[in-house]
């Protein structure tokens, strides 16, 4: 199996401005953690005080916490992954195949993703970390764009690699802001009861994959909402004559 190891050099950006990144993780981490404490320890000092309704309202604030302790923990693992070092691979894939996988992933609850494009031509490179990349842009799209909207992936497949466009058609973001979205701990400025839980890593974790894999990602506004779009070009070694693995359909 052909396979080349990569890292993603200053993937986080954090040496421009001598910002600690153990530091910001403490803090990111400390949040969840003291809200947990809180709660918890009320309802152990006043829970038989607390009516029904409240110790719901507790319980239901620590699970909140939780799930959110969750992705922070899994979002820092990933980049610990990326600067460890990857071995990207090299052999033939559908885009569709990838993006099925990326929808399952996600859930079926509340996606709605639609495939456009050259999803059904075949790719080389490696899927996963393809998949990687793209997915904190669909959920950035399905955070952020309308509600119950529809996140359009737009893949067009030539000899030279594949680009994917991953458009929300809701989200009003600048330019300016959208580029400043891929610092790590960046979070869009939508209301608070729209954004999701996770660090603000999710466009840096993309473009740490981009890297990895030899390829840029980045992002524009226009006027139906905001486009962010990954290219990937076919790996510099030769890719092994393995057939594409048929997949489900759609």
């Given at each position: 199996?052909?396979?080349?190891?990569?890292?993603?050099?200053?993937?986080?950006?954090?040496?421009?401005?001598?910002?600690?990144?153990?530091?910001?993780?403490?803090?990111?981490?400390?949040?969840?953690?003291?809200?947990i404490?809180?709660?918890?320890?009320?309802?152990?000092?006043?829970?038989?005080?607390?009516?029904?309704?409240?110790?719901?309202?507790f319980?239901?604030?620590?699970?909140?916490?939780?799930?959110?302790?969750?992705?922070?923990?899994?979002?820092?693992?990933?980049?610990?992954?990326?600067?460890?070092?990857?071995?990207?691979?090299?052999?033939?894939?559908?885009?569709?195949?990838?993006?099925?996988n990326?929808?399952?992933?996600?859930?079926?609850?509340?996606?709605?993703?639609?495939?456009?494009?050259?999803?059904?031509?075949?790719?080389v490179?490696?899927?996963?970390?393809?998949?990687?990349?793209?997915?904190?842009?669909?959920?950035?799209?399905?955070?952020?764009?309308?509600?119950?909207?529809?996140v359009t992936?737009?893949?067009?497949?030539?000899?030279?690699g594949?680009?994917?466009?991953?458009?929300?058609?809701?989200?009003?973001?600048?330019?300016?802001?959208?580029?400043?979205?891929?610092?790590?701990f960046?979070?869009?400025?939508?209301?608070?009861?729209?954004?999701?839980?996770?660090?603000?890593?999710?466009?840096?974790?993309?473009?740490?994959?981009?890297?990895?894999?030899?390829?840029?990602?980045?992002?524009?506004?226009?006027?139906?909402?905001?486009?962010f779009?990954?290219?990937?070009?076919?790996?510099?070694?030769?890719?092994?004559?393995?057939?594409?693995?048929?997949?489900?359909?759609?």
């Open positions: 199996m052909t396979q080349s190891q990569t890292t993603a050099p200053s993937l986080l950006g954090l040496e421009e401005d001598g910002r600690d990144l153990f530091g910001l993780a403490a803090h990111k981490l400390n949040t969840p953690l003291a809200c404490r809180g709660f918890v320890s009320t309802l152990l000092q006043r829970g038989e005080q607390l009516d029904t309704e409240t110790v719901q309202q319980l239901s604030l620590v699970l909140t916490q939780t799930d959110r302790l969750q992705g922070l923990v899994r979002d820092f693992l990933l980049l610990a992954r990326v600067n460890g070092g990857i071995e990207a691979l090299a052999r033939p894939f559908r885009p569709r195949d990838v993006l099925l990326l929808v399952d992933d996600l859930g079926t609850e509340g996606v709605r993703v639609r495939f456009a494009g050259d999803v059904d031509s075949e790719a490179g490696d899927a996963e970390l393809v998949k990687l990349a793209l997915r904190p842009l669909v959920e950035n799209g399905l955070t952020y764009g309308p509600r119950l909207g529809m992936v737009t893949v067009d497949a030539g000899p030279e594949t680009a994917w466009e991953v458009h929300d058609g809701g989200s009003r973001l600048t330019n300016e802001r959208i580029s400043q979205l891929f610092r790590p960046t979070r869009s400025d939508e209301p608070v009861e729209r954004r999701g839980s996770g660090a603000g890593l999710g466009l840096t974790l993309a473009r740490a994959y981009a890297q990895v894999l030899g390829g840029t990602v980045g992002g524009r506004a226009d006027e139906q909402g905001t486009v779009w990954v290219e990937v070009p076919v790996p510099a070694t030769e890719a092994q004559a393995v057939p594409a693995a048929e997949g489900k359909q759609e």
